[in-house]
């Protein structure tokens, strides 16, 4: 019985350290009011998004919430109304996952707002936009190639890609992002059996949102107690971004990578300007800009 007290009493003890240090992060300290200034949030129907736009909209921001989903973003709006007690709260439709969507987003915005003051990219981050960026890529008769761990999925989302594209250039390869040998099977797999690269995404994240929502029931299971437990709410991790968007006295900052409301320095290749020209033009190609 002292045993299973003190094992109990220890993991409380460990979880309260880690809760002080590495859990609690800052918070942006900046008390900017936003009033008669404009903001999209992109993706603000949930999540990190929007607890960004709650944030925005308690400064006085006339904040929009471009979202794909109409009803989902109508009840956001609601909500961010409430809470923050500001009407200038609106919905405006975005699908990010097309251009069409993108560009009738932008006309949108362009006939019916006057100014724009702050941007925040959002929208993101679930299998949902991943498969929709395959859709996108193999219908303009790119080469695709799914890296998935699960290669049953994978297979019925090259079938469906491939149904509706008439594409047969779409493969799957294995790729589990957790562990470091199966990133390095993927990459000799794929200088193997490749000629050329031209665009590589790579994503991840510990804040408990909505992100969990497109894994299986025993994933669920899984990460639910872990991330009640160890993840950060969506108010904590917007922090960084509406430090980013509101601190006064950080312009001479401009292009830096924030973490944790503060500057970070990156790697080499994040500083490489040619590899930037490249991701800049093969995006600017592959999204039909160009
Ligand atoms: N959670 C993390 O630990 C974490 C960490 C670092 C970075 N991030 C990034 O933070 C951003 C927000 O993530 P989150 O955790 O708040 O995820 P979330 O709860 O799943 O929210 C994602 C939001 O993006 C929207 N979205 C997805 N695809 C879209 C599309 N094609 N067009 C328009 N909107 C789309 C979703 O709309 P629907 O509701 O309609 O699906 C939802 O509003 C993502 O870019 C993610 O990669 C997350």
Known sequence: MFTVLLICGGLVAFYLLLYVTVLRLPKCQSTTKLHGKTVIVTGANTGIGKATALDLAKRGARVILACRDESRAQAAVTDIQRESGNKEVLYMHLDLASLKSVRSFAENFLKKESRLDILISNAGGNTGIGKATALDLAGRG???????RNQKKAEAAINDIKKATGSNDILFMELDLGSLKSVRAFVENFLKSESRLDLLINNAGIVKTELSRHVSLWQKVFIEPVARLLFLDPKTGAQTTLHCAVQEG??????????????????????????????WEVSERLSGLS
């Open 142 to 148: 790119v080469r695709v190639i799914l890296a998935c």
């Open 250 to 279: 950080i312009e001479h900052l401009s292009g830096r990578y924030f973490s944790c409301c503060a500057v970070e320095e990156v790697g080499a290749k994040a500083k490489d300007d040619a590899v930037a020209k490249k991701l």
